[in-house]
């Protein structure tokens, strides 16, 4: 490390001798725009199934926006697990390598007090 160099400079530095692979590229960003797509389909389904179980007296056809209903919940459900496992993923991998340089930063700091009188 130089004297010139920036606690800040030192950390994007070590981030990138670590080779965690930037949260911004890659196909985490895919996901995250399929869990927000399958969040927003999941409760347009309900609807569309309310009125199409409201605007019949067949019994076949109320029972199939009863199944369009139930595929609408579990989509919503299953958007929102994507949407949250990838969001966190980009968090969590940010907040780990800023763990590792802080107790980096810590280890080289506690031979420093070791020497003093």
Known sequence: ????????????????ELKIPDPS???????????????????????VAYFMSHNTSDALVQ??????AVAGVSVGIVGAAVFLRYSLTGFLRFWMARQAYDLSVLADRLPEQDARP
Request: charged share 20%; net charge positive.
């Open 1 to 16: 490390m130089t004297s010139t160099e920036t606690r800040a400079d030192r950390f994007t530095r070590e981030l990138a």
């Open 25 to 47: 590229t890659g196909r985490s960003g895919l996901w995250l725009r399929l869990g927000i797509a399958l969040m927003v389909l999941g409760p347009v389904l309900g609807v």
């Open 63 to 68: 029972r199939d926006a009863l199944v369009l």
